[in-house]
């Protein structure tokens, strides 16, 4: 009989996809058939994973990692319902992998919920059926009176797959005995009574300071503190913008102890207020000498070396804003190299047609950066797909060979005005020092990353840098830091893991 934990919290971003990513690995290293199941998940961050019919579709970005840490191929039954907020209080709607239509959160609730809820229990069905363990992570809060009776990710799950609660509560700001105390009290009583363990996160300090607290707590609750996590971060993918800096605020993610500043390279990246899969970036971002800056749009581009446009939950309506804050005159300015991933690809062109199709307002045609000869024109068709190119080495990727690997999840056919080199193949276009593709996960390819991070330091006239330290993965991490903090985690969870 399967078995199921579900990775629950007191609040959102406590660590639940760290934790269960990290009990993924856990039990794969015990060669425990595991898989990661979210019933519903909120984030422009997808990645493209295998369709039950053998296609693909789109999942939320921590399924797909927790996957991997699991050691088994990305599946869409592991995030059955994903909504990928487009702006306006209204999401795409994505069932199973595939995108359904454009709801807003009211009409969600009211004429998509039962499907929704449908999906995830065939979804997880059929997980169950070819794995001993699920570890199923929930969403936000558990405690969320509001949305007892439709919330999927937490109490739904709990229910439909009989699971074992794992609660996390977070220590960093204050407050977590009492959100823990609460948490408990607020939950429905059958789900209450499901809850095995809790797992303080996000320690600073000295742990025996918690000692009277967690003595008392337990007296209270009878729930035991299964662990103290510290503050750290293995290096997983963030699940979704709640990391990033808000639209006004700067901020540099990247080497920046280590390395002088009169020795590493920054590149800048427009915050955009529709910002998705910007975990493209964060590979550069691990590169010695490299930060990442996420930059207000209407900030000037002086002090970087590089400009990467991410991708957009909406394209048009993300072009017009860096319009409107004078970010395309800053970019036809400036000198350094240039990429587009995806909807960045498609900002960087001449122009954008039946661009209403991807914008909250009546436009037909939209003039791009015309940094590369090419124009896009939306349709209503959605390519999902995983990829493996062969590389043509020109321009950034001068010094590149070999394939990539990678996903594109896009609308719009992009096309060449003139002829164009594709150093990625045909979802590609280069000229001079600016580069174009539909291809997610690129930098994660390190013959790409490599290539494009020494033509940065060129560019910028600095030495690169190649000094690596020891590597260990952040699947591995995660584990780790579980294993060395919860020692208890698998007494409480008696069926798991022998």
């Known amino acids: 009989m399967t078995e199921t934990v579900l990775v629950a919290g007191t609040e959102s971003h406590v660590g639940k996809s760290t934790v269960a990513a990290g009990l993924c690995r856990l039990l794969a290293r015990r060669g425990v058939s595991v898989a990661p199941f ?29 996957a991997r840490a699991a050691r ?25 992998g595939k995108a359904v239509e454009n709801v807003a959160a009211g009409a969600y609730y009211e004429s998509q919920w039962e499907r929704a809820k449908r999906a995830a229990i065939e979804s997880y069905e059929r997980l169950a059926a070819n794995h001993d363990v699920i570890v199923a992570e929930g969403a936000g809060s558990i405690a969320e009176i509001n949305l007892h009776h439709r919330d999927l990710s937490n109490v739904e799950t709990a229910r439909f797959a009989n699971a074992s609660i794992l609660l996390l509560v977070n220590i960093e700001r204050g407050g977590a005995f009492a959100s823990l105390y609460g948490t408990l009290e607020l939950m429905p009583d059958d789900v209450r009574d499901r809850v095995r363990g809790a797992v303080i996160t996000k320690f600073r300090g000295d742990e025996s300071l918690l000692v009277p607290g967690i003595e008392a707590i337990e007296d209270r609750t009878g729930v035991p503190i299964l662990g103290v996590l510290p503050y750290d971060d293995p290096g997983l993918p963030e699940e979704d913008s709640v990391s990033l800096p808000q639209q006004d605020k700067p901020v540099i993610f990247g080497d920046d102890d280590d390395v002088p500043d009169s020795r590493a390279v920054t590149i800048g990246v427009p915050r955009l207020p ?4 910007f975990t493209d970036l964060e590979p550069l971002a691990n590169e010695p000498g490299v930060r990442v800056a996420y930059l207000p749009p209407q900030s000037g581009l002086d002090r970087v070396d590089a400009v990467v446009l991410p991708g957009s939950k909406n394209t048009v309506d993300d072009l017009l804003t860096l319009r409107n804050a004078g970010f395309d005159e800053q970019l036809a300015a400036f000198s350094g190299p240039v990429v587009g991933l995806c909807g960045g690809y498609q900002m960087l062109g001449k122009r954008i047609t039946n661009a209403s199709l991807e914008s909250t307002d009546d436009h037909d045609v ?97 030495p690169y840098l190649d000094e690596r330290d020891s590597f260990q993965s952040p699947y591995d991490a995660a584990a780790d830091l579980l294993r060395m903090s919860v020692p208890h985690l698998f007494q409480k969870f008696v069926d798991i893991g022998r």
């Open 38 to 66: 979210k019933a519903q998940n909120m984030s422009n961050n997808a990645r493209v994973a295998v369709a039950p019919n053998g296609g693909y579709g789109e999942i939320g970005v921590s399924q797909y990692v927790q």
């Open 72 to 96: 088994i191929p990305a599946t869409t039954d592991m995030n059955p319902v994903l909504l990928k907020p487009r702006g306006d209080g209204e999401s795409q709607l994505i069932l199973q």
């Open 274 to 277: 529709r910002i998705s899969n």
């Open 366 to 462: 939209v003039s791009g950066f015309d940094l590369l000869p090419v124009e896009t024109r939306f349709t209503t068709e959605k390519h999902v797909e995983r990829v493996t190119r062969t590389l043509d080495p020109v321009g950034l990727l001068s010094e590149a060979d070999g394939t990539v690997h990678g996903y594109e999840i896009h609308r719009g056919q992009t096309t060449a005005t003139q002829p164009v080199e594709r150093p990625i193949g045909e979802g590609s276009a280069a000229l001079n020092s600016v580069l174009g593709t539909y291809l997610h996960g690129l930098f994660e390819n390190e013959n790409a990353r490599t290539t494009f991070v020494k033509a940065v330091f060129q560019s910028a006239g600095k």
